[in-house]
T-cell receptor, first 113, second 109 residues
Framework: NAGVTQTPKFRVLKTGQSMTLLCAQD?????MYWYRQDPGMGLRLIHY???????AKGEVPDGYNVSRLKKQNFLLGLESAAPSQTSVYFC????????????FGPGTRLTVT | EDQVTQSPEALRLQEGESSSLNCSYT??????LFWYRQDPGKGPEFLFT???AGEEKEKERLKATLTKKESFLHITAPKPEDSATYLC??????????FGAGTTVTVRA
């Protein structure tokens, strides 16, 4: 099993450009999550999904959109990138939201200039 | 709002020098406290889940304990390969995880 994979690993954007980050998991997990990690701060939840076709806002959703068209994939979109979105983005998945731990992908380092 | 505070921010140890990391939390109904290890440039790796005060979990040189207000991660006789950032997170009634900022541990040979 590959677990949770993320593409791309690195990306540099100019302010105003758009992009999509792809997360895939092969563990048949229902729940998927997008976090951002900034220096000196804990991981912060952007959006999450409790199953195929569902999405919900997390702690810091502004400027991001998500889609979960297939159970194994969770996409994070930035429509108009801003320097404040420079961060490391992590995708995670879990079997459920109540009792099981989350498994994380390797991350995507995004720089917006 | 759930809050998680980890201390110290950084910890430098000599190989074999045991120490503890602290994770204090306030949460509306604890549904699990999680410890993760994160190596530079990688995603967090799950270590332990604790559910109730008094519970303990062990894995190699690591031992996690839980009280009603805090958790400790004890590192016994650490080796250089234990160098990493250790993250604590709590899950509350809304089933989301709230993370602390982490403790970066450096173990010198």
């Amino acid at each position: 099993n590959a677990g949770v994979t993320q593409t791309p690993k690195f990306r540099v954007l100019k302010t105003g450009q758009s992009m999509t980050l792809l997360c895939a998991q092969d563990m048949n997990h229902e729940y998927m999550y997008w976090y951002r990690q900034d220096p000196g701060m804990g991981l912060r939840l952007i959006h999450y999904s409790v199953g195929e076709g569902t999405t919900a806002k997390g702690e810091v959703p502004d400027g991001y959109n998500v889609s979960r068209l297939k159970k194994q994939n969770f996409l994070l979109g930035l429509e108009s990138a801003a320097p404040s979105q420079t961060s490391v983005y992590f995708c995670a998945s879990s079997y459920d939201g109540a009792t099981y731990e989350q498994y994380f992908g390797p991350g995507t380092r995004l720089t917006v200039t | 709002e759930d809050q998680v505070t980890q201390s110290p921010e950084a910890l430098r140890l000599q190989e074999g020098e045991s120490s503890s990391l602290n994770c204090s939390y306030t949460v509306s109904g604890l549904r699990g406290l999680f410890w993760y290890r994160q190596d530079p440039g990688k995603g967090p790796e799950f270590l332990f889940t604790l559910y109730s005060a008094g519970e303990e979990k062990e894995k190699e040189r690591l031992k996690a304990t839980l009280t009603k207000k805090e958790s400790f991660l004890h590192i016994t006789a650490p080796k250089p390969e234990d160098s990493a950032t250790y993250l604590c997170a709590v899950r509350s009634n809304d089933y989301k995880l709230s993370f602390g900022a982490g403790t970066t541990v450096t173990v010198r040979a």
